[in-house]
C-alpha cells in the first residue's frame, strides 16, 4: 500500500519566524535598503504579496530582524550573569566575554551594522533600536551592579569592538589595530 505525505501547512506565526529568519541573512548581507523584499518572499516560497501580509512594511520586517539581534545579544547577556554568579566572576566581565563570543558570528556583526544604519533613517527601526538598548543596559546594571560610567564604558568596548570585528583588524597586524585590539582584550576592561 503506497504511502502519501501529508503536506502541513505552517501557521501565520510560523511563516512570520521563517520569514525573519530569511531576512536576517539577507539583511546581513546587504543591509535593508539594499535586500528587495522580493528576493526575501522568493526565498520564502511565497508571493510578495503574502509577504506584505505578514509585514506590512518592509521597515516592520526589518524590526523584527533588530529584535531578534537584540534578542540574541540579551540572552547572552543573562546566561553569562546567571554563570557568572555562583562561580564569583564578575559578570559584567562575563558579559563582556559572551559578546566577544557573539562577535564571532559574522551575520549579527553585520545585521547590527546595517541596523544601526538603517535607525539613523526609519523610525520604526531607530525605535526598534532604542528599546533594545534599553533593555540592555537595564539588565547589564541590575545583573553587574554597576554604576552609570561602568556601564558606559562598558557599552563604549562593545561597539569599539563591534567597529575592530567589522575591519577584521585583529589580522592586519597594523600598530593602531593591536593597540585597539589589546585594549579590547584587556583583563582590566568589564
Known amino acids: 500500500m503506497a504511502t502519501t505525505k501529508t503536506k ?57 530582524v533588530v529584535e531578534r539581534a537584540n534578542q540574541r545579544i540579551y540572552d ?4 553569562a550573569a546567571a554563570a557568572a554568579g555562583p562561580s564569583g566572576e564578575d559578570k559584567l566581565h562575563a558579559m563582556g566575554m559572551a559578546y566577544s563570543e557573539l562577535l564571532e558570528d559574522r551575520e549579527l556583526l553585520l545585521v547590527q551594522m546595517h541596523s544601526h544604519a538603517a535607525a539613523a533613517e526609519d523610525d520604526a527601526v531607530r525605535e526598534a533600536a532604542r528599546k533594545g538598548f534599553e533593555r540592555l543596559v537595564e539588565l547589564v546594571e541590575r545583573e553587574s551592579g554597576a554604576d552609570a560610567v561602568e556601564v558606559g564604558r562598558f557599552f563604549a568596548t562593545g561597539m569599539l569592538m563591534n567597529v575592530m570585528a ?13 593597540v585597539l585590539t589589546n585594549y579590547c582584550k584587556s583583563e582590566d576592561l568589564p
Open 8 to 64: 502541513t501547512r505552517q501557521t501565520a506565526e510560523e511563516r512570520r519566524e521563517a520569514i525573519a529568519d530569511i531576512a536576517y541573512e539577507e539583511f546581513a548581507l546587504r543591509g535593508l535598503h539594499g535586500t528587495p523584499t522580493s528576493d526575501i518572499a522568493k526565498k520564502a516560497g511565497i508571493s510578495h504579496a503574502y509577504l506584505f501580509r505578514l509585514f506590512p512594511t518592509k521597515s516592520d520586517l526589518a524590526v523584527a
Open 166 to 178: 567589522a575591519l577584521d583588524a585583529g589580522k592586519s597586524g597594523a600598530h593602531w589595530a593591536d
Open 76 to 79: 547572552a547577556f543573562a546566561t
